[in-house]
């Protein structure tokens, strides 16, 4: 199913607002992750172009907000990662957002469709 042009301003304003959802939503599914891998995951549900400049402040926020934790953990090669999860706080946020969203989705439907 191709999807619809939407202007680049307007989508990249959609994103700022819900990105820190979506990234909540990610570690659900992945139960931990490294910046990288999130940016992939992202990109596979259609959260393309999304740069390291932004994950990695994002993370650092929900880290401080109390939402995710991390731990850097060294590979057998490689540089050390630094790896993410979700707290209990987290996963409550997550499910408030949902909620959140799917009231506010559906406003806006009927607002575009009215």
């Known amino acids: ?13 959609w994103l700022k ?16 992750a490294y910046g990288y891998t ?4 992202l990109a596979e549900l259609g959260f393309e172009g999304i740069k390291g400049g ?3 402040p ?5 880290e401080d907000e109390g939402l995710v934790r991390s731990k850097w ?8 990662r630094k790896y993410f999860w979700l707290t209990a706080a987290g996963r ?8 959140g969203w799917c ?3 559906a406003t806006m439907t009927t607002a575009l469709e009215g």
């Open 17 to 32: 607002g819900v990105l820190d959802l979506a990234v909540l939503a990610a570690l659900a599914r992945e139960t931990s």
């Open 58 to 62: 994002l993370l650092g926020r929900l």
């Open 92 to 99: 409550a946020e997550l499910d408030a957002g949902r909620a």
């Open 103 to 105: 009231a506010f989705s």
């Open 1 to 13: 199913m191709a999807r619809p042009v939407v202007r680049e301003d307007r989508q990249s304003q």
């Open 54 to 56: 932004t994950i990695y």
């Open 73 to 80: 953990v060294t590979g057998s090669s490689g540089p050390p």
């Open 38 to 41: 999130l940016m992939a995951s």
